[in-house]
């Protein structure tokens, strides 16, 4: 029974089942959590809450030749109850720093999906090459029979020599060897292809068909537009773009404090200057 795969329902089952992908998903829960806990932090207050019993029963204690009794049980409890809500730069870049992780993250997940559509295309057409050839080593193997049945032909007439005859023998065996080799590299391609999808391959891969075909087709690209492309998809600039926008902005921060140290350690140098020695 022959079964279909068309280059949709691969990159579908990827999306699905492949580990690196499913990997890179999980790392988002945990950077949405961290926006959510910086924002927690700079909000809303701590509260701390404590309380105890404590337990003293009836008798009496000697401390320094004194003698002291109690002839009834107490029971005493306390309880604390804190409020305190604490602001600081490190607490208010906690929020811009956990977004930017959190775009970061959706940057990987982004290469990482356009890593694994890659991935699956190339193979994909990669599978599709292999058994290109093993058609046309099937069309050789074909057209060395052809030759081997003349040559037996002629010679059956005198028109040839044995020698011709062993080598049409020759050349079909040879021919029967690379279709061999190409059909078995037909299988090993199916079988890197459903490892990039992440599932399990069928006992029979012979029997499962890709269904899709490609016409090859001259680009007319520009290499401006490639570029404005790689800047605007390519996942590492996406990925890098937060982090530069929070350095520019962690700079703005520190610049006047930067001044100020610089205006204050020269008034102080000034002051000193002036005292008489």
């Known amino acids: 029974m022959t079964a279909g795969l068309s280059l949709s329902d691969a990159i579908a089952v990827a999306r699905e089942k492949n580990p690196a992908y499913r990997q890179a998903q999980n790392n988002r829960g945990p950077a949405a959590w961290g926006v959510r806990g910086a924002y927690s932090s700079l909000l809303i207050p701590s509260i701390i809450a404590s309380g105890g019993m404590s337990y003293t029963g009836p008798g009496s204690q000697t401390f320094l030749a004194q003698s002291f009794s109690q002839s009834v049980s107490t029971v005493s409890s306390f309880y604390d109850l804190g409020l305190s809500w604490q602001l600081s730069g ?63 032909a002629r010679y059956g007439v005198g028109q040839a020599t044995l020698i011709d005859v062993r080598q049409a023998q020759v050349a079909r065996g040879q021919a029967e060897v690379g279709l061999l080799r190409a059909q078995t590299l037909v299988n090993v391609e199916k079988l890197r292809l459903f490892e990039q999808m992440g599932v399990t391959p069928p006992l029979d891969v012979a029997a499962v068909q890709l269904t899709d075909t490609f016409s090859v087709e001259t680009p007319t690209w520009q290499l401006s537009d490639l570029l404005t492309m790689a800047e605007q998809q390519n996942p590492r600039s996406r990925r890098c773009a937060p982090a530069r926008a929070l350095l520019r902005g962690t700079c703005a921060l520190r610049r006047p404090a930067t001044d100020q140290d610089c205006r204050s350690r020269r008034d102080g140098r000034a002051s000193r200057s002036s005292l008489p020695t």
């Open 90 to 152: 490190s607490t208010l870049s906690q929020p811009g720093l956990a977004k930017a992780q959190q775009r970061a993250v959706d940057a990987d997940i982004a290469g990482a999906e356009n890593a694994l559509i890659t991935g699956i295309k190339q193979q994909y057409l990669t599978v599709l090459q292999a058994r290109a050839q093993a058609d046309l080593a099937q069309k050789t193997l074909q057209r060395n029979e052809e030759f081997l049945k003349l040559a037996q």
